[in-house]
């Protein structure tokens, strides 16, 4: 599969802008911004699965799915339900400054990681050319941005948000990875984030209900 | 049926009865009445079964489905008649344990199903032929046994004597498991026929590993049937602590699982050989040691339970002796060999026999009078006349005195051990110390009775214990008189279960002469003789002539000091000043030699410092709390654990291709 020269940088350059928005959907402080950012992000990944369809058209009804489920459905979900909640996330563990020192190590180790280790990291002849390769780096970092998020936020709503990042690193990389998937299959795989999502805000919806507060720190009762 | 089905349909009796009296706690007899109705039921079954192998079938194998477990248990003559012992002391403590589980106040489902899981364990570590399904019947009968042994688990003390019970058996369950991955490495296999195949190959290429795995054998079977000085730290604990209807089955059966284990690994795997000839003395001397350090620590003891839990020490060793001088003879062909295992077996059936009895006995006591103290207790003749006589029964036998059960066993031993004298000039004496150890436990059974029962002062109203009570009690004493006067049965359902043990064994009638009299014979010739009709008669004349010596001689008096009637708990014989001369003079002559002070090793392991357990308890102690901190309670860190534990489990995988 060849990619014209076009192609291949807009590739790099939606990579890149979906770091960044990653990132910004983990940091922003303001809950309603990070959902916007999210709903950015999301909208970037289904347009780097329709450049990558440009050259295998089954793509194209996974980016639909992303589109229709990443975009639509979660953003609205996370839009309803955050009406009525404060506007600002509860502190970080980790605030702004050192997580961008930290993202940007974490990235530049991933870029490196994938280029040097890929035979060992993906089993698909395909996964080792470019941009594949490039990809699989790029959803790495988003699926770490994910877990960095979660780790280090303390706000759950910010969890909520991490967690569909984690989901859109992971469905990115099986463009790369598993490339021959049934569309019955990537759309179970698609979907099943707006399942996740939806039960996540269902409890933290219960949390804010009996703790009063979206902070997980308040989440102590198992302690003895 | 065959025996195989009705053992299966006993044991499943017994699990069905163990749901069913697990949801019936709260009603004390009906759930009683219950349990007893399974164990009846379920081991009448076992009892069938065990019979019909000893007499008719040959051993059968036989799996719960051929998918599930192919063929794991077998039972052969040996295995039956250790379920012949199980069941028939079962069904009486069980019948025992309805009316004495009440004065506890406590729901019953702690204990009923436990009760009847701990008799399907023993049993089922008599019909497997597999190692490994060996050892979860082996635990499974040690772990409900734990549970029984701290029902009254309020009392600090009872917890303490678990958690001994509950280490030492895992003492002796590790070294069982250490010896079963020797054998595993030589053969590949857990079978016991392998094994037994194996064996004489495996002692001809690598005698180091054979005789570790036979030392290992012998102390993990060892601390179960509290061989000293293994079986002691937990035992004399354990007894006294547990429901006394489970200190019966405890001393009265479970023991005798360390038994079987000896039998089963020495006597059945092991071809004769001159290497058997060496363990069986190893084991000789371990029963000696036994049988002198239990007696005369019984002697000390003031607690009713904890005196007859010494006592189940030395009478072990009476067993050990038995079986330990039958294998040191076993290759030379000769009938003693026989005799001497006889004679252990034996005395396996009828200590089960008179141990259970004398722990219904001291169970009543404690459910009468609440105390296990014998200085707090006496003339408990009046009160309780029916258990008074189930314990004199009891004491006679245990004692060895004539026409009891005790006697025929401990004879048939001493008479082995001292016609072997040409062969192994130590057997003699080994037979002496245990003739002088036989006095003694009638010593300390007469200071149980006379502490307990006797003393002066005034008739007290009856008040014996129920009737559920008594006919267990009453029942066993029965049986310590049939087994001394017809000891023959025993003696045969004992050589029918060596016959799968002991290749050439010879028949009944060679080994022990014809009749209701037991004459050993050696080269066709009587050595000895016991004819109990003889005896009883005998017995009968001398004690009419002695009744009409004493009538009309005996006066009854009040008793008076210095012209007042002294207080009662002086008429009484003080429980510490029983044999105190004796006492004396052996503790205060063993010190001069040379040796550790035998005293000293015997307060030691009465009661071992709690420096022992301390280290393991504060081990324990550490890693929960340590356990307790990484529960922070924050999500985050159970997250990075988990993502810990993945990378942890990764590089295991990819770090190890």
């Known amino acids: ?224 | 049926m065959t025996g195989a089905e009705l053992l299966l349909c006993g044991l499943s009796i017994l699990f069905i009865g163990a749901v069913i009296t697990a949801l019936l706690g709260r009603w004390t007899i009906l759930n009683g009445w219950l349990a007893f109705l399974f164990v009846f039921i379920g081991n009448l079954l076992a009892l069938l079964a065990s019979l019909s192998f000893l007499i008719g079938e040959q051993s059968a194998t036989y799996g719960l489905g051929e998918m599930l477990l192919p063929s794991i248990f077998y039972v052969d003559r040996l295995g039956a008649l250790f379920i012949l012992v199980i069941s028939s002391i079962s069904i009486l403590s069980s019948l025992y344990s309805i009316r004495y589980i009440e004065h506890y106040q406590k729901n019953t489902a702690l204990y009923y199903p436990f009760f009847l899981l701990f008799i399907s364990g023993m049993i089922g570590v008599v019909c497997v032929k597999n190692m490994f399904a060996f050892l979860i019947f082996w635990e499974f009968m040690t772990l409900t046994s734990y549970l029984l042994v701290i029902y009254e688990s309020e009392r600090a003390e009872n917890l303490l004597a678990g958690f001994r019970y509950f280490f030492w058996s895992h003492i002796s369950a590790g070294c069982i498991m250490i010896a079963t991955a020797f054998l595993f490495m030589q053969t590949n296999s857990f079978d016991f026929f392998v094994f037994r195949e194996a064996m004489p190959k495996i002692a001809e290429k690598h005698p180091l590993i054979l005789h570790s795995v036979l030392a290992l054998f012998l102390i993990g079977f060892g601390i179960k049937a509290g061989m000293f000085p293994f079986g002691n730290f937990w035992l004399p604990d354990a007894h006294p602590a547990a429901p006394s209807p489970v200190s019966a089955l405890l001393s009265g059966v479970m023991i005798k699982m360390g038994v079987y284990g000896v039998l089963r690994f020495f006597l059945w795997m092991l071809p004769p050989s001159a290497e058997l000839g060496i363990w069986g003395t190893i084991i000789a001397i371990f029963g000696v040691l036994s049988l002198t350090f239990g007696t005369l620590s019984a002697l000390e003891q003031e607690d009713t339970k904890r005196l007859l839990a010494f006592s189940s020490i030395g009478q072990m060793g009476y067993i050990l002796l038995g079986i330990g001088v039958g294998l040191a003879l076993l290759h030379k062909d000769t009938p003693l060999s026989y005799l001497a295992i006889f004679a252990g077996l034996l005395h396996l059936m009828n200590h089960a026999v008179f141990k259970a009895l004398l722990f219904f006995t001291a169970g009543s006591i404690l459910y009468r009078e609440g105390t296990r103290d014998l200085g707090r207790m006496g003339r408990l003749i009046h009160s309780m006349p029916y258990t008074f006589l189930a314990v004199i029964m009891g004491a006679l036998a245990i004692g060895g005195l004539p026409p009891f059960s005790g006697f025929v066993s401990k004879w048939l031993l001493i008479c082995s051990a001292t016609l072997s004298a040409r062969m192994h000039y130590e057997f003699p004496i080994w037979a002496m110390a245990a003739l002088f150890a036989s006095g003694l436990s009638i010593a300390y059974t007469l200071k149980f009775i006379g502490a307990a029962f006797l003393g002066g002062g005034k008739k007290e109203q009856e008040n014996d214990v129920p009737l559920t009570m008594q006919i267990p009690q009453l029942v066993l004493a029965v049986f310590c008189l049939l087994m001394g006067v017809f000891a023959v049965y025993p003696l045969q359902i004992i050589h029918l279960s060596l016959k799968d043990s002991i290749a050439n064994l010879p028949s009944y009638n060679q080994l022990l002469g014809e009749g209701l009299s037991i004459t050993p014979q050696l080269r066709g010739l009587a050595v000895a003789i016991w004819n109990p009709m003889l005896v009883l008669l005998s017995l009968a004349i001398l004690s009419a002539i002695f009744y009409e010596f004493i009538r009309g001689a005996k006066k009854e008096a009040e008793v008076w000091v210095g012209g007042t009637l002294p207080p009662q708990r002086v008429l009484k014989y003080a429980p510490p000043s029983f044999f105190q001369t004796l006492r004396r003079s052996i503790w205060s002559n063993i010190p001069s030699l040379p040796l550790p002070r035998v005293e000293r090793i015997g307060r030691l392991s009465a009661s071992p410092g709690e420096d022992v357990y301390e280290p393991f308890i504060e081990l324990g102690r550490r890693f929960i709390n340590g356990l307790r901190r990484a529960h922070s309670g924050l999500l985050q860190t159970y997250i990075l654990w988990q993502m810990l534990g993945l990378a942890i489990a990764l590089t295991l995988i990819f770090g190890l291709k």
């Open chain 1, 1 to 224: 599969m060849e990619y014209s020269e076009t192609i291949r940088s807009l590739l790099a350059s939606l990579s890149f802008a979906m770091i960044v928005s990653s990132f910004g959907a983990v940091t922003a402080r303001n809950l309603r911004y990070a959902a916007y950012i999210y709903a950015i992000q999301a909208l970037i990944m289904t347009s780097v699965i329709s450049l990558f369809a440009t050259q295998a058209p089954t793509l194209f009804i996974w980016s639909a799915v992303a589109f229709v489920t990443k975009f639509l459905i979660v953003t609205w979900l996370l839009l309803s339900f955050i009406k009525g909640m404060p506007e600002y996330e509860v502190k970080a563990i980790i605030p702004f400054a050192p997580s961008v020192a930290i993202v940007t190590v974490l990235a530049i180790l991933l870029y490196e990681l994938t280029h040097k280790y890929v035979h060992f990291l993906a089993p698909t002849p395909l996964a080792t050319e470019e941009p594949f390769r490039t990809n699989v780096a790029v959803s790495l970092t988003v699926f770490s941005l994910g877990l960095y998020g979660i780790l280090t936020r303390r706000d759950a709503f910010k969890t909520a948000i991490a967690l569909c990042l984690l989901e859109n690193g992971a469905h990115l990389s099986l463009v790369s990875l598993a490339p021959g998937l049934k569309e019955t299959v990537i759309i179970g795989i698609v979907t099943d984030v707006v399942l996740a999502v939806y039960m996540l805000l269902f409890i933290i919806r219960g949390l804010r209900e009996v703790v009063g507060t979206t902070d997980t720190y308040h989440l102590t009762e198992l302690h003895w």
